[in-house]
Structures are given as structure tokens and as C-alpha cells.
């Protein structure tokens, strides 16, 4: 599923601290060591799923013990009332990591949800749906994964592993030519370099300097159009900022090959799922 088991083991550990600290007082007084319980985790609205090996890894952490049966998997559209998974053993543990759980898969569900409702608008376009850095503190490989499981795309995982030459770059380096020239000198020719632009002279500038990929920071149609025509597929172009559900299709339409969308996950509903006991 994800691509660092360790990192998502340290997350899960620091949740449940968070979360526990010391202990469960409320379920601690009340239950039993010993008493077992069976419980289902529902969703309550139509969605698509992630998250599930979040579940598992909670409790996991919690008690070897619980069994999970996992009824539905990540990526799957799902209707509000089915059960995703069905859990049995401790009861003071089944407490202990609810939240945490329903934290993680809601959240994580919410972004792939999202996700698929922009990837739906532009479906049968030559298109991709992408991410951007704009996560969640600490939380960026479930946030990225979520995206993945709801039909996108990732754009580059942080500041490490991609070249992305914006605005204020530009203005240190006193433009696009002494910026991409600098670059070229420093890089390995095996890395992609990408350039933000927002205006058809900078466009120029770019194609000049022989950039592989084009962002359009916040272009109008018409001048995303027209970009897109002068490019004429000599380096990939990416549409940027102020992407909506409701002028996606539009944007798409201009021919562009990548649409980054902040808002897959800036901008987010938690899926509404919950975890209740079954009375045997």
C-alpha cells in the first residue's frame, strides 16, 4: 500500500500517544480486561474509501488479539450504510483506538472522495488530476496516498525530489534565462525541470530556456489557450491556482496535460464513517 511501512508505523505510534498517553481512564473504570465485544465500522454518505491499513495498523499497535475482517478496499466507490470492516476482541482496546482509526481512514477517505469528484469531470480528456505540497504537517504520505486511491496523481513528494522554479526564485535570480541557465549548470541532466509562468512572455522565456514541464500560474482561459498553442507539445504543460469543480472541465479543455489542485487535500470534508458495538 504505501511506499515507507516504518514512517507509517511512527505515524499511527505518535496518534495513539497523542491520543492515550497514559490511558483510557473512561474505559479502563468501566470495563473489564478480559471483556470482548464486536463492533462495525459503517459509512454513514457515499464515498470512496482509503485508508483501511491505517485501521489495521492501529490496532495492531493496540492488541494483536482484535481481528478485523476488511470488507471493502481502497479506491472502492462506496454507498452510505455498507460496512467496511467488522472487528472483535478487547473491548477496552476497540475503544482505545477508535478514534485514532476513524480519524485516519475519514480524513483519508474525504481526500480520495474529492479527489474522484475532479477526476470524474474530466474523464475522457488526455488529463491528469495532481496533488501539491499543500498537506498536512507530518501527515503528506497518507495525504498523497489518498489521492492515488481516489483516482489522481501525485505531483512531487517535497522540496527533494523535483526541480520547481517559482515566482520568488525568479525574482532572487532576476528572471527565467539566468534562473533556468544556473540550474542546468548545477543539475544532473538526468532531473526534469519545471518553471512557473503567468503571463505568454514568460511563456516564451521558458520555451527559450528549454524547460520539460510549464506551469500556468492563475492564466484565463484565453491566455491558458493561447499557451498551450505556442508550447505545441515542446515541453508538458501543467494548469495551476484557482482550479474549481466548476471550471475544471473548462481549464482541461485547453489542452493542457497536468491540472495541480491544492484543494484535493487544502481544502477537505472528512467522509462521515463511524465504529459502533454489536450487541451478540
Not at 174 to 189: D, V
Request: glycine fraction near 8%.
Amino acid at each position: 500500500m504505501f511506499w515507507n511501512k516504518q514512517m507509517i508505523k511512527e505515524i499511527v505510534q505518535r496518534a495513539l500517544k497523542e491520543d492515550i498517553w497514559t490511558g483510557d481512564i473512561t474505559s479502563e473504570t468501566l470495563l473489564e480486561p478480559e471483556e470482548e465485544s464486536r463492533a462495525v465500522m459503517i459509512l454513514k454518505e457515499d464515498g470512496i474509501i482509503a485508508g483501511i491499513d491505517l485501521v489495521f495498523e492501529v490496532f495492531k499497535q493496540l492488541n494483536n488479539e482484535i481481528c478485523i475482517n476488511q470488507l471493502i478496499e481502497d479506491g472502492q466507490k462506496v454507498k452510505s450504510g455498507v460496512t467496511i470492516a467488522e472487528l472483535k476482541g478487547p473491548s477496552i482496546d476497540i475503544l482505545k483506538g477508535e478514534r485514532t482509526a476513524l480519524n485516519f481512514i475519514q480524513r483519508m477517505s474525504g481526500i480520495a472522495t474529492t479527489t474522484g469528484k475532479y477526476v470524474d469531470e474530466v474523464r475522457g480528456l488526455p488529463v491528469r488530476i495532481t496533488d501539491t505540497r499543500k498537506t498536512t504537517p507530518g501527515l503528506r504520505l497518507l495525504e498523497k496516498y489518498a489521492v492515488k486511491a481516489g483516482g489522481g496523481y501525485n505531483h512531487r513528494m517535497g522540496l527533494y525530489d523535483a526541480v520547481l522554479i517559482k515566482d520568488n526564485h525568479l525574482k532572487a535570480l532576476g528572471g527565467i534565462l539566468p534562473a533556468i541557465k544556473k540550474a542546468r549548470e548545477n543539475l544532473p541532466h538526468t532531473v526534469k525541470i519545471e518553471v512557473e509562468v503567468e503571463d505568454i512572455r514568460a511563456v516564451k522565456k521558458a520555451l527559450e530556456a528549454g524547460v520539460d514541464i510549464i506551469m500556468l500560474d492563475n492564466m484565463g482561459l484565453r491566455k491558458m489557450t493561447e499557451a498551450v498553442k505556442l508550447i505545441e507539445k515542446r515541453a508538458l504543460v501543467e494548469a495551476s491556482g484557482g482550479i474549481t469543480l466548476e471550471n475544471i472541465y473548462q481549464v482541461a479543455a485547453t489542452g493542457v496535460d497536468l491540472i495541480s489542485v491544492g484543494a484535493l487535500t487544502h481544502h477537505i470534508k472528512a467522509l462521515d464513517i463511524s465504529l459502533n458495538f454489536v450487541q451478540e
